[in-house]
């Protein structure tokens, strides 16, 4: 967050005695005064900004703009421009990234570690993110830890992208549904209920049902609506807490279908991360620190924990996995992690592995496209038709009656 620095807003005269405004960091009112005094602007008005302003700068930075933020610092570290030169010359659109540019690149000058830096920031910048910066500051190799930054936010980018596009079509598909069948219980069939009662007969029990349910949601719908936002905001704040979120956790690791999914979008990550460590000359504890603090599965934090215990009891890295509880059923891993250890391609060894799982993870990814169409559109036609059945059934009857 802001600490030190601060944002103002000012208001001034230029040389030709126009009046302008903008936005400043600054440690103190004087220095704006000073910055805006270098560009031939007089000040008359300089106001700090409210606390709710830095909250908001915060939460309006989203991963697409940290990708590009990292991508453009990439490609200026790349040309051989110094770190301070390029978030000098690293222009934005985005105002809140525009700020964070100006605060760190200001923290930067003051005399701080470009890890001080960034790590005003937290929400942005997770310790992966740090300790590779403040390795390649370390080293002199920050272009490189730069680059496989953007690598590795490429990457997450493509497979959340992946995940969103699986997604979103089911969940539009779902809504819908819900929608046309909360229209026809809640308008449709009311309307022909009346209809139904100058039949004098009994009507068909599906008939009966969904009469029964239109009532409910009519005379309790707004209740069914509260008690249900109230129910995932109370599951959603529960969630958070350790003991529900490990038992959740391990239910999810657990499931039939998705433990396998979960496990294999988890290995990419992992393995993803450790080579990327591995290649900037991280160390391996400090790798493992890093991939903990990577996932927010806190059985999979516990097992990181585990296997950083067992390399620090002077256990090699493929042994300490043969016996984790989250690697020993990945042979191909073990064996992987195993020759890589033995012949010094350890980095190699883990992208390749990263490779593997994202592959697989593709390949899942197309099957369940291919699968997840016809199967919804099998539902919908289902709970559409069974609504549509028990609504003109009793009409079906009659007409057979009068027939008859």
Known sequence: MLTSLSIYTWKGLDEHQT?????????????????????????????????????YIQYSIKPEHIHKFTRHLDMMQGAGLPITTALEQLHTSHFATHLMRCHILKTIQSGASLYDAFSHYPRHFDPFYLNLIQTGQQTGALQESFQWLHLYQ???????????????????????????????????????QSMYQQFHAQLPWLTQSLL????????????????????????????????????????????????????????????????????????????????????????FQRAMFQLKQDIMGGEHIYQA????????????????????????????????????????????????????EPCLMLCVALCVGVLILGMYLPIFQMTDLIQS
């Open 154 to 192: 490429k990457k997450s980018k493509q497979f959340k992208d992946k995940t969103r596009q699986a997604m979103l079509y089911p969940c539009i598909i779902l809504v819908v549904a819900l929608g046309l069948s909360v229209l026809l219980l809640t308008q449709v069939l009311p309307q022909m």
């Open 321 to 372: 996995m043969q016996h984790n509880g989250f690697f020993k059923h990945s042979p191909l891993t073990i064996e992987l992690i195993k020759t890589g250890e033995q012949t010094g391609q350890l980095t190699k060894a883990t992208m390749q592995l990263a490779e593997i799982y994202e592959q697989k993870l593709n390949e899942r990814f197309s099957t369940l496209s291919q699968m997840i």
């Open 19 to 55: 009046q302008c405004t903008g936005y400043c960091i600054a440690w103190h009112p004087d220095d704006v005064t000073q910055q805006l005094k270098a560009k031939n602007i007089n000040p008359y008005l300089i106001k700090p900004q409210p606390l709710w302003h830095k909250i």
């Open 212 to 299: 029964y349910i239109s009532t409910l949601l009519n005379e309790h719908g707004s209740k069914f609506a509260a008690s249900f936002s109230l129910l995932c905001l109370s599951f959603n704040v529960l969630r958070k807490k350790k003991p529900i979120k490990l038992q959740l956790d391990r239910l999810l690791l657990c499931l039939p279908g998705i433990r396998q999914w979960l496990h294999d979008m988890i290995s990419a990550r992992t393995l993803r991360i450790l080579a990327i460590t591995q290649a900037c000359g991280l160390p391996i504890l400090s790798s493992l620190d890093a991939l903990a603090n990577a996932h927010h599965n806190t059985t």
